[in-house]
């Protein structure tokens, strides 16, 4: 568990695709908003484009391709290992494609977390911003929380919302929430570094307070990245 983190903060980041969160988390640091360090970024894809932002600012990369390794459990050893060699504090899920095994969540349990595109605990698992749509909602959003064994299920750490506009795409909804995460992962990022989050049982506390469904909302910045 995470109690007294030492700063900077030791991260490593899962990706598998474009690595946009990633960006925001590098940018962060880059301009001193976030103490923290990535150690490593491992993707289970080799052309995933996070890999070549990781490279371009020095970072360490590593990928661990599914088709070596006979099955799930095998391969979560094998991305436990390659973790644990570079001793984070923290494991950060930036659109990592994969169900984790049990085994692999409770190896990392208080300092695994995740970002998923809607206001959990609505539209667990894919497409989230079509089915915020085809269910009427008029707000949708943005969630970083702890993982636990259960998809998309752990302790809330922080959100925020955006409004869903009359005559929106799943596209310019995705793009808009897109938008949102690069403020609230480098912000969930900074309490944790800070040593302000706290997971006691399967409840978050920010300062010694209970995060709840009312208090666990920031807004969105004007001057979105
Ligand atoms: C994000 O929408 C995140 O919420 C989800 O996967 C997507 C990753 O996007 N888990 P990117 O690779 O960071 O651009």
Same mark, same amino acid.
């Given at each position: 568990m995470l109690t007294n983190p030492v700063q900077p903060l030791a991260i490593v980041v899962l990706i598998s695709g474009d690595g946009s969160n990633l960006q925001a988390i590098i940018d962060n640091i880059a301009s001193g908003q976030l103490s923290a360090k990535l150690v490593a970024v491992i993707s289970?894809? $080799?052309? =995933?484009?996070g890999l070549e932002r990781a490279r371009r600012h020095g970072i360490p990369t590593q990928v661990i391709a =599914?088709? #070596?390794? &006979?099955?799930r459990t095998a391969y979560d050893q094998a991305l436990m290992q390659c973790i644990d060699s570079y001793s984070p504090q923290l494991i950060v899920l930036a659109g990592f494609m994969r169900i984790l095994t049990t085994e692999f969540v409770q190896h990392y349990a208080g300092r695994l977390i995740n970002i998923h595109p809607s206001l959990l605990p609505k539209h667990k698992g894919l497409h989230t911003h079509q089915r915020a749509l085809d269910a009427g909602d008029n707000e949708h959003g943005a969630t970083v929380h702890f993982v636990t064994p259960? #998809? $998309?299920?752990? &302790?809330?750490?922080l959100q925020m919302k955006v409004p869903i506009l009359p005559n929106d795409t799943a596209e310019e909804l995705q793009q808009r929430v897109h938008q949102a995460e690069h403020q609230l992962y480098p912000e969930a990022l900074r309490r944790i570094a800070t040593g302000r989050v706290q997971l006691r049982g399967d409840i978050v506390y920010v300062d010694n307070s209970p995060v709840t469904a009312i208090n666990r909302f920031i807004e969105l910045a004007n001057h979105a990245k």
């Open positions: 289970n894809r $080799d052309q =995933a484009y =599914a088709t #070596l390794h &006979p099955d259960e #998809l $998309d299920s752990g &302790p809330i750490i």
